[in-house]
């Protein structure tokens, strides 16, 4: 009766012995769509983003203009500050990718510090062209929101509670020079 609940034990442990250790693997991107990203990022780090327009396919660029796309990257970037450091977290596949005709996209996520936000990830997608290799196709941040949401709150409300008490001011001052006039005038004005 033992020997029936030791074996799968023991099999079990023999199994795990000579498997080795799981190891996870890295994502890994084809070298030329690696290359292309690495040239994406050079350009974005270094403020070049109308000439990182270069690097989308013709079919992109009939659909999005140069200064569309300088300022898409831009808008995101600028706030972020200078890049710290950037590690390929995940690759994934798909076949459509937001209103771009349907192809073969990759997108590259990276887990990114930058200078004034440090928890950030960016996607760069990536479309298969015809001659097999690839253009550019997307670019996005996303990042914790909350800091900044709650700054711009912060100064709204401080802005209408300025504006009431100046409008509370207004209002009291008018009302005490009314009053006083009031006072001045003779007492046939009064009545």
């Known amino acids: 009766m033992i020997n029936r609940h030791i074996t799968p034990v023991l099999v079990c442990l023999i199994l795990l012995t000579f498997s080795g250790p799981v190891v996870a693997q890295e994502p890994t991107l084809p070298q030329e769509a690696e290359d292309l990203i690495q040239t994406f990022f050079l350009m974005s780090d270094e403020a070049k983003y109308e000439e990182t327009y270069g690097l989308a396919p013709s079919i992109l660029q009939k659909i999005k203009t140069r200064s569309f796309w300088a300022n898409m990257i831009r808008s995101d970037r600028d706030r972020m500050g200078e890049i710290e450091s950037r ?74 509670i300025f504006i009431m008490v100046l409008l509370a001011t207004i209002t009291w001052v008018i009302g005490r020079v009314i009053q006083r006039m009031e006072n001045n005038k003779p007492d046939k004005e009064k009545g």
Do not use: C, H, M
Request: charged share 30%; hydrophobic share 40%.
């Open 87 to 160: 590690k390929l977290i995940r690759v994934e596949r798909a076949e459509s990718f937001l209103d771009l005709p349907e192809g073969q996209y990759l997108k590259a996520v990276f887990k990114t510090k930058f200078s004034k936000q440090t928890e950030a990830e960016e996607t760069v997608v990536l479309v298969k062209i015809k001659d097999g290799g690839y253009g550019l196709a997307g670019y996005e941040i996303e990042y914790n929101r909350w800091p900044e949401a709650i700054r711009i709150i912060v100064n709204g409300l401080l802005a209408v």
